[in-house]
């Protein structure tokens, strides 16, 4: 698991970019495919995934589909237009992102 | 694939309720959250209720409880925002109805006198100078040497400058779009005609004594319709 600061700014880039490969995801299934995906690096809390999603929700840039599903209610949700343009964005930020970190670190290595 | 029945639902509800989880956008989701996370237990052969304690002995009830503060919040100010918003377009009208307001409205605000004055009498009922009686005035008198300029006190277009040799002398009535026209008499000289368009604080004539006045002094009245108005409430500068 990495720190808490490091997950509060990549949260967001995160949902948004498995929102943008998959038509539609409910909470539960996302903490499961980012589990899977980072081999249980990165395990999202409800307590941190939600209150995301419910930011992205008012931001406008995801909305719910709420189904039935044995007897409860299960809440999907989509990416909206500007929900699709904000992961675009966010993925490429943080791709040079991390491109960018690459160069400090091999740059202290080259100094050393 | 276990699935969950009602009452074991049920169970759940007043488990995410007894935790104070029970916030209405929150609860729906967190549910389901709850029973998939069971249901991930029992696959692997163990009873719901043992499922039931594992998954809440690793949930963090204190965390989803601040954060579902934080939801509240964020929907609160969802709201909050949209009621600000309406606000907002309801001044930006009202900020549009003014400036609208100020084109079709000039408010004589500026000082009649450029230079030299003192405010020799006010509106009201006083004592006349001339007749000796108690009467109305309905302006005010500026007492200033005889040349000074008297500029306009808003925009306007000249109605009338004319010398009326009884009452007030050398007169101009300016009017300003809107409701309002302005008067100042007892001039000794003009230095606008009749339909020229005034700019405020251009010069228009000069304080003489002409008319019913025993002294050099500019009389200044404000008239709202026919209505005359005490113009010192309007001076700001």
Known sequence: MYSKELMKGTLKTIVLKLLKEHEKMYGYEITQKVKDLTQDKIQLTEGALYPTLHKLESLGYVYTEKKEYNGRTRKYYLLTESGQAEATEKINEFAEFVLTMKFIFNSKLAAE | ???????????????????????????????????????????????????????FKNFNSAEMLRNQKKTK???????????????????????????????????????????????ASGFGIRRDPIYKIKRMHSGIDFKAKAGTPVVATADGTVLEAVSNPDGYGNKIIISHSGEYKTLFGHLSGFNVKTGDKVRKGDIIGYVGSSGRSSAPHLHYEILQGDKKINPELFISK
């Open chain 2, 73 to 119: 919040w964020i929907y609160q100010s969802k709201k909050f925002k949209r009621k600000f918003k309406s606000v907002l377009s309801a001044a930006a009208v009202i900020m549009l109805m003014m400036v609208g307001g100020v084109e079709a409205q000039e408010t004589p605000d500026g000082h009649p006198i450029y230079g030299d004055c003192e405010l």
């Open chain 2, 1 to 55: 694939m276990n699935q969950l029945n009602s009452t074991q639902l049920e169970t759940l509800r007043n488990d995410l309720k007894a935790r104070g989880l029970s916030l209405f956008v929150l609860k729906d989701e967190l549910l389901d959250h709850i029973c998939c996370l069971i249901e991930l237990e029992m696959e692997k052969g163990i009873s719901f209720d043992e499922g039931r304690q594992i998954v």
